[in-house]
């Protein structure tokens, strides 16, 4: 399984952005929980938010009420939708899955926000 996440850019804050994040490969993701991480300059990669095969959600206190994920699963991928940024949340965001005991991360995609 490979994944691609894609949607970061550069935002002033009070803006939004979508994340996607597609999964590929033989394995669905379909059955296993898919997370957002970030990390920003010099700071280590924390968890930003999860979601469950049946879509249950977990948020960090950092982005309750600002960031929600989502997933469809028929399209094997997964979203965080981030809106009132902060330039706090300028970082580069990571999916990731864990199957069968193996982490997975996508590339990483960059998020700006400015002040």
């Known amino acids: 399984v490979q994944l691609q996440a894609s949607g970061g850019g550069l935002v002033q804050a009070g803006g939004s952005l979508r994340l996607s994040c597609a999964a590929s490969?033989?394995?669905?993701?379909?059955?296993?929980?898919m997370a957002w991480y970030r990390q920003a300059p010099g700071q280590q990669r924390e968890l930003v938010a999860t979601i469950t095969s049946g879509g249950s959600t977990r948020y960090a206190d950092s982005v309750k009420g600002r960031f929600t994920i989502s997933r469809d699963n028929a399209k094997n991928t997964a979203y965080l939708q981030m809106n009132s940024l902060k330039p706090e949340d300028t970082a580069v965001y990571y999916c990731n899955t864990n199957i069968r005991g193996i982490s997975i991360w996508g590339q990483g995609t960059l998020v700006t926000v400015s002040s």
């Open positions: 490969g033989s394995i669905f993701t379909r059955d296993y929980i």
